[in-house]
């Protein structure tokens, strides 16, 4: 027995040593180790078993004819034991070490616990638990969790990761008095907007700071980063879910292409930059009329995608001449036309101008697209160009007319992209409301019916370059933007996301209607016939297209009187080639363009 323990003893261990070398259990941490690097562990072990059950019965009776062979043999009980064994050896003791450095971490909190804040965790599911286990490990995070809130009725009372199930979400103001939760930490990976609204808004009128972790799709291998958890914000409110749309054939379409963005200094135009540049073009052309602008995404781009061949190019979309030489020196596959003049008001007041921008720029880079054989053209429009009432929103429809027309002519794919409003785009209504909660009010809303449809900048990014790569030419593409939301409904949530109370701390205050605006936007007309595509958010309204010879001398009468500069003639060449354009100017904006 001695001889067989002392001849067997260095081969098996040399066995088992080797499975768990190949297997890279030597490499585990033992103070982080977890299920995964057990499973491994057993793996290994399970391997080392089988390859001695496997000798044990290949030579049954070596015994007798070799004898010392035989005592390399193990019985199976022997087998089965040492498996067992060794696994207990392994896992336990760095189980052991794992459950010390947990039990210092936490008595390190305890210690700490003036310092950490007791907060409230708002979901037990995946995510949940993920945090709850980040949080453990992770004492300087200044977190201590006092306690999980979940609808689901199976989990509550139960314990996860030393932390307890407390009770459903609607009781978030009662829980977090009676345990002391100085913050509310929204724990729900695919949270949908109206239910993070509805937790956030509860804790906001409890006077309790909400602060909410990054989605889904920013946890990685079960693992999540706890250094992006934020507050929540206003997009988090809108009550519904982003729209996320089919990558892969975006980057199909733009590997290795030139690309040219017009504006791309803008709150679109640099967003669509940044998509873009995700896409490995073989260059990225940023044409930006502003220097400072440009400046500012061609140094950002260039820090975040240093492989990336990136152009800046100061130029003006009006001015024929340089957008020629543009062309002409870098050959550009693939345009997104996001230069224009936005704001409504300001383009009532300089008629000519939002016609120069919005019409002549576009039309000029649409015909050199033509002319120099640009394999797609993507025009990104609004939905003001809808029955427009604004002098900004009948010029972007006359450049859709434009683009839709040029389509049935030439080779290049030319569409239009169609949204709503964009939150935290320059000037437009958050930057605006936040500035005034910062001054102590008023929030100054138009109408209390005003309503317009929103979505974030990169989802309306998306779009756009969704449909470049959908598109066939001719097509009006627009998204499912849900319900409109009142901008009165807005300003509130802001107020109440930053701590203070609509109508007492900051009082909201109703100015009127501005020149050009309407109570609704409208994303299509029933003419259009908007179909869905394959991606059940995105639709395509088939406008039939204008009579293509009357466009151009339409134009050129436009322009003309664009250049001279005479409000009231500008509106009238606007209604002939947009008959449904119905101007509303206000009684102050008469007398100061008289």
């Known amino acids: 027995m001695k001889g067989r323990l002392v001849l067997a003893i260095p081969w098996v261990v040399a066995l088992q040593y080797g499975l768990l070398t190949l297997l890279g259990a030597r490499r585990f941490s033992w103070r982080f180790i977890g299920l995964r690097e057990t499973l491994r562990i057993s793996a290994a072990l399970a391997t080392g078993v089988g390859l001695l059950l496997a000798l044990r019965f290949a030579v049954p009776g070596v015994q007798d004819d070799a004898p010392l062979i035989g005592h390399l043999l193990l019985p199976i009980g022997v087998i089965a034991i040492d498996g067992m064994l060794a696994f207990i050896g392994l896992a336990g003791i760095r189980a052991s070490r794992r459950l010390l450095g947990e039990h210092a971490n936490r008595l390190a909190v305890l210690r700490s616990s003036d310092e950490t804040i007791p907060t409230m965790m708002v979901g037990a599911g995946m995510a949940g638990v993920l945090v709850a286990r980040e949080i453990a490990r992770r004492p300087d995070l200044g977190i201590r969790a006092v306690g999980f809130l979940d609808d689901d009725k199976v989990k509550q009372g139960q314990v996860i990761h030393g932390i307890e199930v407390l009770g459903a979400t609607d009781r978030v103001a009662e829980l977090c008095a009676k345990y002391g939760a100085k913050q509310v930490l929204i724990t729900i990976a695919a949270a949908s907007r109206k239910e993070i609204r509805r937790i956030a808004l509860q804790c906001e009128e409890s006077g309790i700071p909400t602060k909410i972790i990054p989605g889904l799709f920013e946890i990685v291998g079960g693992q999540v980063n706890l250094s992006r958890i934020r507050s929540v914000e206003i997009e988090d409110?809108?009550?519904?879910?982003?729209?996320?749309?089919?990558?892969?054939?975006?980057?199909?379409?733009?590997?290795?292409?030139?690309?040219?963005?017009?504006?791309?200094?803008?709150?679109?135009?640099?967003?669509?930059?940044?998509?873009?540049?995700?896409?490995?073009?073989?260059?990225?052309?940023?044409?930006?009329?502003?220097?400072?602008?440009?400046?500012?995404?061609?140094?950002?781009?260039?820090?975040?995608?240093?492989?990336?061949?990136?152009?800046?190019?100061?130029?003006?979309?009006?001015?024929?001449?340089?957008?020629?030489?543009?062309?002409?020196?870098?050959?550009?596959?693939?345009?997104?036309?996001?230069?224009?003049?936005?704001?409504?008001?300001?383009?009532?007041?300089?008629?000519?101008?939002?016609?120069?921008?919005?019409?002549?720029?576009?039309?000029?880079?649409?015909?050199?697209?033509?002319?120099?054989?640009?394999?797609?053209?993507?025009?990104?429009?609004?939905?003001?160009?809808?029955?427009?009432?604004?002098?900004?929103?009948?010029?972007?429809?006359?450049?859709?007319?434009?683009?839709?027309?040029?389509?049935?002519?030439?080779?290049?794919?030319?569409?239009?992209?169609?949204?709503?409003?964009?939150?935290?785009?320059?000037?437009?209504?958050?930057?605006?409301?936040?500035?005034?909660?910062?001054?102590?009010?008023?929030?100054?809303?138009?109408?209390?019916?005003?309503?317009?449809?929103?979505?974030?900048?990169?989802?309306?990014?998306?779009?756009?370059?969704?449909?470049?790569?959908?598109?066939?030419?001719?097509?009006?593409?627009?998204?499912?933007?849900?319900?409109?939301?009142?901008?009165?409904?807005?300003?509130?949530?802001?107020?109440?996301?930053?701590?203070?109370?609509?109508?007492?701390?900051?009082?909201?205050?109703?100015?009127?209607?501005?020149?050009?605006?309407?109570?609704?936007?409208?994303?299509?007309?029933?003419?259009?016939?908007?179909?869905?595509?394959?991606?059940?958010?995105?639709?395509?309204?088939?406008?039939?297209?204008?009579?293509?010879?009357?466009?151009p001398p339409a134009l050129e009468a436009l322009v003309r009187v664009a250049d001279e500069g005479k409000p009231e003639e500008i509106r009238a060449h606007l209604q002939a080639l947009v008959p449904e354009f119905q101007p509303v100017l206000l009684d102050g904006y008469r007398r100061a363009t008289a």
């Open 237 to 551: 409110l809108l009550g519904r879910d982003p729209v996320q749309l089919d990558t892969e054939a975006i980057a199909e379409d733009l590997k290795g292409s030139v690309v040219l963005v017009t504006g791309a200094g803008g709150s679109i135009g640099s967003e669509l930059c940044r998509q873009i540049a995700r896409f490995g073009p073989q260059t990225l052309l940023l044409v930006e009329q502003a220097e400072n602008s440009l400046f500012h995404i061609h140094r950002e781009l260039a820090s975040s995608h240093p492989d990336l061949t990136l152009v800046p190019l100061i130029a003006d979309v009006c001015d024929a001449t340089r957008m020629r030489s543009l062309f002409d020196d870098f050959r550009p596959e693939v345009v997104f036309h996001a230069a224009a003049h936005k704001h409504v008001p300001m383009m009532e007041w300089n008629p000519g101008e939002a016609v120069k921008n919005n019409v002549v720029g576009t039309r000029t880079v649409a015909d050199l697209s033509h002319a120099l054989g640009v394999r797609q053209f993507v025009m990104i429009s609004t939905d003001k160009a809808v029955n427009p009432t604004s002098v900004m929103g009948a010029t972007k429809r006359v450049a859709e007319i434009y683009v839709q027309g040029l389509s049935g002519h030439s080779r290049t794919r030319f569409v239009t992209v169609r949204f709503g409003n964009v939150l935290g785009s320059a000037g437009s209504v958050i930057p605006i409301f936040q500035e005034q909660i910062a001054k102590g009010g008023p929030v100054t809303v138009t109408d209390p019916e005003m309503r317009r449809y929103f979505m974030t900048i990169p989802e309306a990014c998306q779009l756009v370059l969704q449909a470049g790569s959908m598109g066939d030419g001719g097509e009006i593409f627009v998204l499912d933007m849900g319900e409109p939301v009142k901008i009165v409904d807005l300003a509130r949530d802001l107020i109440t996301l930053s701590g203070l109370k609509p109508g007492e701390d900051i009082e909201i205050e109703f100015t009127g209607i501005r020149p050009g605006e309407k109570l609704f936007e409208e994303l299509s007309v029933e003419e259009e016939e908007a179909t869905k595509t394959k991606h059940p958010k995105v639709y395509v309204g088939r406008v039939r297209p204008t009579e293509w010879s009357s466009v």
